[in-house]
């Protein structure tokens, strides 16, 4: 019996991705830099390059995010003008924030307890999903930057369930990344689910659940109790 669900938030809830590109458009432009595909494919390997050491203990939130910059720029900005052109970015992005059309349906729908865990920062996802309109769905908010550890750790997946108070085999796990999500979770006791609103190609392994969106995610969590 399915009792809880824990949530990621980046392009799970949060159209981060959406949000992200419309930021860097306008942020690009403004400080006199191209805001060619080019441009936005360079920002995203820096992204993914600094997220990764954040997942593997090697750098702080803080750290991760000047990462982010230096690999963009090709170059290591000292911290003042790195937190500078941060700072720039993420007021456009800030209003560029925006979750998916289909979250508060499907929250609404959904008759479990809910908490959320992210790889990143406490501050910036309780900031996020207030001004989202979305806190207030979820008992608990566990980020990397406390727990000390990060998805797909399995102690991160356990310690959502320990604050939830329940048994892995009694939570559900959604999230937008097959292996650091939903087969991570799978891995660490919980039932994993896969939230591919690209409808990828891409095989589901044994024990993993996909789903388009979330519109589907109630008819599958009540075939699973049931």
């Known amino acids: 019996m399915i009792e809880a669900v824990l949530w990621d938030v980046d392009d799970t809830l949060f159209d981060f991705s959406g949000s992200d590109r419309r930021a860097l458009s306008q942020h690009f432009q403004a400080e006199g830099l191209s805001a060619s595909a080019t441009s936005f494919e360079r920002w995203q390997r820096a992204t993914e390059a600094a997220y990764g050491r954040l997942a593997a203990g090697e750098l702080t939130y803080e ?39 289909d979250v508060t349906a499907a929250l609404a729908a959904l008759p479990h307890r809910h908490g959320i865990l992210s790889n990143s920062s406490t501050a910036h996802q309780e900031r996020r999903l207030t001004a989202l309109g979305l806190r207030h769905h979820f008992e608990v908010l566990l980020c990397s930057d406390r727990l000390a550890r990060a998805k797909p750790d399995p102690s991160a997946f356990l310690a959502g369930c320990g604050s939830l108070g329940l048994p892995p085999e009694a939570v559900a796990y959604v999230g937008d990344q097959l292996d650091t999500d939903a087969v991570a979770a799978r891995d660490a006791g919980l039932v ?35």
């Not at 690999?71 to 941060?86: I, K, Q």
């Not at 969106?213 to 699973?224: C, H, K, N, T």
């Open 63 to 101: 750290e991760c995010q000047r990462q982010r910059v230096s690999g963009f720029l090709g170059r290591t900005p000292d911290d003042v003008e790195a937190e500078a052109w941060l700072r720039r970015y993420t007021a456009l992005f800030e209003h560029a924030w925006t979750a998916f059309p």
């Open 192 to 226: 994993g689910i896969w939230l591919d609103r690209a409808r990828s190609t891409v095989p589901v392994p044994v024990g993993v659940h996909r789903i388009p969106s979330l519109a589907d995610l109630p008819r599958l969590l009540a075939s699973l109790s049931g």
